[in-house]
């Protein structure tokens, strides 16, 4: 690797280890968990993701959607059940990818994905809001100011810096910058430490204390299956945006298989669930990480923190990581949606729309699923709508119908609708030669059509179908001479 290269890396990875301690801390709060099982599954699910994932450059570790996936099975059967969930949903999301499933993201649509992004960036800069609170109300005063303040500055070196120097990234000088001056003027303001004590020991591998039995699967089983499906979600749909950013290529099952191996040690280390964090993984990549030794070297510093550096990183200023967290939120949203909502089609933009709003308002997978569906039926319906057929008399005195389109579920209507049985001819010949047949829909409407012209005494002859519809008749027992 060249030295330029790895010293990108490393920066890049220093930067994104601030950014991840107090998402991490926060996601493990909001789940009703010790902070150091957030940073013991960031350690090591970043870690481990760098290292054997498909996409260098993509962060992972304990995140928020998943945290909220986990609240009610915390509270009811406590935090060894959540650690067999964690192990059980990582299984689920290395046999995903073994079975090679990670290709499925391709059915996502460019408006949903739009919308994914969209709502996480919303959800990020939402959740900045609330260190602007002590306890349930509002800063207000002094301290508001201060904050606002401190934050304004974060966001202006973060902008700025770059049109002086690509020398370092601009994440880092923010963060470390704003908290030296907090510390040499002895500024009161909210730190890390406030959050949380995140000094600790190594993670310990210790299995979960709960009965192995069949009830227990009942009760861990649905958290485990949405925890991974959401996981794998969020992880596929960030892998696509830094393929896009990086205008390179990763690999889809063999990042699931990774997320999955990761969650299952972290499971049994005492470390929460996590996946792909689309926040630090813009800040990663904004800030010159590249290669896997980002990744590897801001799990190993969350790590380092917890070990040996408490002290210093929870005088961190919540202020500059609420800065840095804004600015992600800005860079994430793909404010070019905006720009095109005058110029694609209406669904399109519902689509965009419906997914920005069911991520934030619940949860991404729904929202994604919601998407897939709206996006599904819409395709549907415009193929059915662009069926047609020419007709016209031959010289013997029977009828051609020349068929166009699709032929499926949605427009086994339409294409009935284009014959007139009572009024043809004695011999009516069909076509096919523009037409296609998708599934047993098709083949049910063409065994109709065929009752109809019988029933009226008339002869039906079908041609020129493709290999693909002689086979689906055949398998269905129709007749298609």
């Known amino acids: 690797m060249k030295p330029q290269r790895l010293r990108a890396d490393v920066l890049a990875g220093l930067t994104t280890s601030f950014a991840l301690l107090p998402e991490c801390i926060a996601f493990a709060l909001v789940a009703h968990l010790n902070p150091l099982m957030g940073l013991y599954g960031a350690f090591i699910i970043c870690t481990l993701t760098a290292l054997f994932g498909g996409r260098p450059g993509m962060v992972s570790g304990a995140a928020g959607s998943m945290a909220v996936v986990i609240v009610a ?5 406590g935090v060894q059940y959540l650690l067999a969930t964690v192990l059980l949903g990582g299984l689920i999301m290395m046999a995903f990818g073994l079975l090679r499933l990670g290709k499925l993201v391709r059915m996502v649509p460019h408006p949903v994905m739009l919308g994914f992004v969209n709502g996480l960036a919303i959800i990020i800069a939402l959740a900045q809001l609330e260190h602007f609170k002590s306890g349930e109300h509002w800063l207000s005063g002094t301290p508001l100011y201060l904050m606002t303040g401190l934050v304004l500055l974060t966001m202006a070196i973060v902008y700025i810096l770059p049109r002086l120097t690509r020398a370092v990234p601009p994440a880092l000088v923010a963060i470390l910058g704003v908290g030296l001056l907090v510390y040499l003027f002895g500024l009161p303001t909210r730190t890390l430490g406030d959050m949380a004590h995140i000094a600790g020991g190594l993670p310990s591998f210790a299995l979960p204390d709960i009965p192995w039995n069949l009830e227990t699967l009942r009760i861990i089983a649905p958290y485990a299956i949405l925890m991974a499906l959401v996981g794998l979600l969020e992880t596929l749909l960030t892998l696509n945006l830094t393929d896009e950013i990086t205008e390179t290529r990763g690999y889809p099952d063999r990042e699931c298989v990774a997320l999955g191996a990761a969650n299952v040690v972290s499971g049994a280390f005492g470390g929460m669930g996590g996946c792909a964090m689309i926040g630090q993984t ?16 801001a799990g190993g510093l969350i790590l380092l923190f917890i070990l040996f550096l408490s002290p210093l990183i929870e005088r961190i200023p919540l202020a500059a990581l609420v800065g840095v967290m ?5 860079q994430t949203f793909a404010w070019a949606s905006l720009r095109v909502l005058n110029k694609v089609p209406l669904n399109d933009v519902l689509v965009i729309i419906a997914v920005t709003t069911i991520t934030v308002f619940t949860d991404l997978a729904t929202a994604v699923l919601c998407g897939i569906i709206i996006a599904a039926l819409n395709f549907a319906w415009q193929q059915a709508r662009e069926l047609y057929a020419d007709e016209h008399l031959e010289a013997d005195g029977s009828k051609l119908y020349r068929l166009h389109g699709t032929l499926f579920f949605a427009s086994t209507t339409p294409f009935l609708n284009q014959f007139d049985p009572a009024n043809d001819p004695e011999r009516v010949t069909l076509d096919c030669r523009h037409l296609s047949f998708v599934d047993y829909s098709a083949i049910a409407a063409l065994k109709t059509l065929r009752e109809r012209y019988a029933k009226a005494g008339k002869e039906l002859q079908v041609f020129h179908l493709s290999e693909r ?3 689906l008749l055949k398998r269905a027992g129709v007749e298609h001479h």
């Not at 099975?73 to 059967?77: A, E, G, M, T």
């Not at 813009?282 to 070297?297: C, E």
């Open 73 to 77: 099975l915390v509270v009811q059967h």
């Open 469 to 471: 519809c002689k086979k």
């Open 282 to 297: 813009v800040i990663n990549l904004s800030s010159g990480g590249r290669g896997r030794l980002s990744g590897v070297v």
């Open 326 to 330: 804004f600015v992600v939120s800005q």
